[in-house]
Every structure is written in structure tokens, then in C-alpha cells.
């Protein structure tokens, strides 16, 4: 396989792999803020609540992540550039699935420890801040984790409203150079490279935190 057209191109991978790692970066971090206002609606006694939250969650998961970046590329009308669109799009869709994770973290915490902050005079909202999320997070880091690594390889379908990540720049070498095939191999072994990297590294982390219970 001719690789030659690295020597010329290879800024293209590494700009690539930059607006990679920073698109699925904030996108996980806003669809964690965003889940966790969606799992604390999902648990919440009052009905309209919940039943916000199990729609957008349900039709999030439902529809494909290409039809939700052109919607909200060409569909809103905030004429967003291509970059935040990609984001705010990667944003919407991990909300819903991390809010699963979330919840499901949430009521993996013992009710006698809520009973017990409860007895003590915490108000609720303190109950949730201070003792049951800190202790959902712990249980949920390594799932956040997968998240992030999952939108990784999912960010490639912003490439097409022309974000320039890794996929969209390996499409333009190949583009440029006439080889359909050595632009894309470079571009599958450097997200398999992102990928196991950081597996490898959850997995250290996630070994240390049972070490420390």
C-alpha cells in the first residue's frame, strides 16, 4: 500500500484528530449536564416531568444521529457554524443515552443512605447533590467513559455537514490524491489507536477506584 501522500498530508490527519477528540470531548460533557436534568426529570414523582423525559429520551434513541445533525444544521434557524452544529447535535443525541446511565447509577445508591441524610435535615436537593450523585458518579465513570469512546467513532457522521474531523479530512486527501482506499486505512487505524488508548486507560482508572473501596 502506497502511503507516500502522508508526507504531504499528514497535517490533515493531525487537525483531524484535534477537532475529533474536541468535538466528542464537549459533546459528552453537555450531554452530561443535559442528562442529568433529563435521569432527575426521569425519577421525579410529578408525571409531566417524566414523561417530558421519557420522550425526548425514547425519540432521541429512536432516530438515526445523521437525521439529528441535519436538522439541526439546516433546520434551525440559528445558523450555527459547522463545528457547534456538529457539537450541539453529538450533544443532543449522548444526552439521552448518558441520562440512562445516569439514572440507572442514581438508583443503584441505597435508599437507607437517602433516609439517612433525610433524618439528619437534609432537604432533598441537598440528599441528591451531596450524597446520592457524588456516589452515582463513582459507580457510572467507567459507562461515561464508554460514552466518550463511542463518540469518538460516532463524530465521523458530522463530516457530512463538512466538519473537518478525521473522517471529513481523510475524504478530502483522498480527494486530492485519486486513492480511495490508503487515506481511509490511515484514518481507521488512527481512530483505532484513539480508541484503545483510551480504554486502556478507563480500564487503569477503573481498576484503581475498586482498589481504593
Given at each position: 500500500m502506497d502511503?507516500?501522500?502522508l508526507s504531504k498530508y499528514y497535517m490533515f490527519y493531525i487537525m483531524g484528530i484535534k477537532n475529533t477528540v474536541l468535538i466528542a470531548f464537549l459533546s459528552?460533557?453537555?450531554g452530561v449536564i443535559l442528562g442529568i436534568f433529563l435521569a432527575l426529570m426521569k425519577i421525579s414523582n410529578k408525571k409531566i416531568l417524566k414523561g417530558i423525559s421519557t420522550a425526548y429520551i425514547e425519540f432521541i434513541r429512536g432516530t438515526p444521529v445523521m437525521v439529528q445533525v441535519f436538522i439541526i444544521y439546516y433546520g434551525l434557524p440559528l445558523n450555527l457554524p459547522e463545528i457547534p452544529s456538529g457539537v450541539l447535535a453529538l450533544s443532543?443525541?449522548?444526552a439521552a443515552y448518558v441520562a440512562e446511565i445516569i439514572r440507572a447509577g442514581i438508583q443503584a445508591i441505597d435508599k437507607g443512605q437517602t433516609e439517612a441524610s433525610r433524618s439528619l435535615g437534609m432537604s432533598q436537593s441537598m440528599t441528591m447533590r451531596y450524597i446520592?450523585?457524588?456516589q452515582a458518579f463513582k459507580n457510572i465513570l467507567p459507562a461515561l467513559g464508554n460514552e466518550f469512546i463511542t463518540v469518538i467513532k460516532?463524530?465521523?457522521i458530522v463530516s457530512v455537514i463538512g466538519v473537518p474531523e478525521?473522517?471529513?479530512n481523510a475524504d478530502t486527501i483522498r480527494g486530492n490524491t485519486f486513492k480511495p482506499f490508503a487515506p481511509l486505512v490511515v484514518a481507521a487505524i488512527l481512530y483505532f489507536i484513539l480508541t484503545f488508548t483510551l480504554s486502556k486507560g478507563l480500564g487503569i482508572v477503573e481498576r484503581r477506584m475498586k482498589a481504593s473501596d
Open positions: 502511503l507516500s501522500f459528552v460533557l453537555f443532543i443525541n449522548s446520592v450523585i457524588p460516532e463524530s465521523a478525521l473522517m471529513y
